[in-house]
């Protein structure tokens, strides 16, 4: 027979892993349909409005995103997509904008979750802190600033100044770094390792193969259509 202080501990893992579960899909909700965009902002509030004690282990970022994923999957199925392929379809505009800066597409947009609340994320490379600034000027762009600090390896940061903007009616956040800063990019906040980032050929690759996908399953639902009368 199991001894009493195992089957209390076996059952206090199953109750923390439903909770971590619980807050995941929590903080999933208010990141889609509140625009959180910070994971660690959005598990602790999850954790708040379910109840739960803050001492007790809080999901892993990439939980959160996992259930993120599922969430839009049940309950954006048709609005999230549009807003994704729109967004994608700016990047590819902005990063022929700002090619002077070998710009390259990071963050929800790239990965695939963003939604209506989700801006364009951009990093852009040069060793001129006013050029960007300035390019902005030179086309009329109004902006915002920003410092974001961002990881550089598990014993860094740094800090970076960012430069907000809208353009039909979509938002747009670029991170300015210096040129080397390409070779290496930050630590992700989801996995810690290096951030995804992707050139402006990526991203249209990105359009086209999801274009692609379409079509075949426009195809395979025509096809069904046809086998089922």
Same mark, same amino acid.
């Given at each position: ?26 903080? @999933?909700? &208010?990141? *889609? ?9 959005? %598990?602790? %509030? ?6 739960? #004690?803050?001492?007790?282990?809080? +999901? ?20 999230? #997509?549009?807003? =994704? ?8 505009? @902005?990063?022929?904008f700002f090619a002077r800066f070998r710009p390259r597409l990071?963050? @929800? ?8 609340? !989700?801006?364009?994320? &951009?990093? /852009?490379?040069?060793?001129? +802190?006013?050029?960007? #600034? /300035?390019?902005?000027q030179e086309h009329g762009v109004p902006y915002e600033t920003? $410092?974001? $600090? ?10 970076f100044p960012v430069f907000l903007f809208a353009a039909d009616? /979509? #938002?747009?956040? &670029? $991170?300015?770094?210096?040129?080397? *800063? /390409?070779?290496? @990019? +930050? ?5 810690? %390792?290096?951030?995804?980032?992707? !050139? ?6 990105? =359009? ?15 096809? =069904? ?5």
């Open positions: 027979m199991m001894a009493r202080g195992e089957h209390h501990r076996i059952h206090a893992q199953d109750r923390q892993q439903r909770n971590r579960i619980l807050i995941a899909q929590e903080a @999933a909700r &208010l990141m *889609s349909e509140h625009g959180i965009r910070d994971y660690h902002h959005a %598990k602790h %509030k999850a954790a708040d409005r379910l109840g739960m #004690p803050e001492t007790q282990a809080l +999901p892993r970022n990439s939980e959160i995103e996992q259930a993120l994923r599922e969430h839009q999957r049940i309950f954006q199925a048709d609005s999230q #997509p549009q807003a =994704l392929r729109e967004r994608r379809e700016a990047a590819v505009e @902005a990063m022929q990071v963050g @929800a947009v790239l990965e695939g979750t963003a939604d209506t609340h !989700s801006a364009v994320c &951009l990093h /852009l490379f040069t060793d001129d +802190p006013e050029a960007v #600034p /300035l390019f902005l920003q $410092t974001r $600090t961002l990881r550089e390896d598990r014993d860094s940061q740094r800090d009616n /979509l #938002p747009f956040d &670029l $991170t300015v770094m210096p040129g080397d *800063s /390409l070779r290496q @990019a +930050p630590l992700d906040r989801v996995d810690e %390792k290096p951030m995804r980032r992707a !050139s402006l050929q990526g991203v249209r690759e990105l =359009l086209a193969s999801a274009h692609h996908q379409v079509e075949h399953e426009d195809e395979f639902e025509a096809m =069904l259509a046809a086998a089922l009368r």
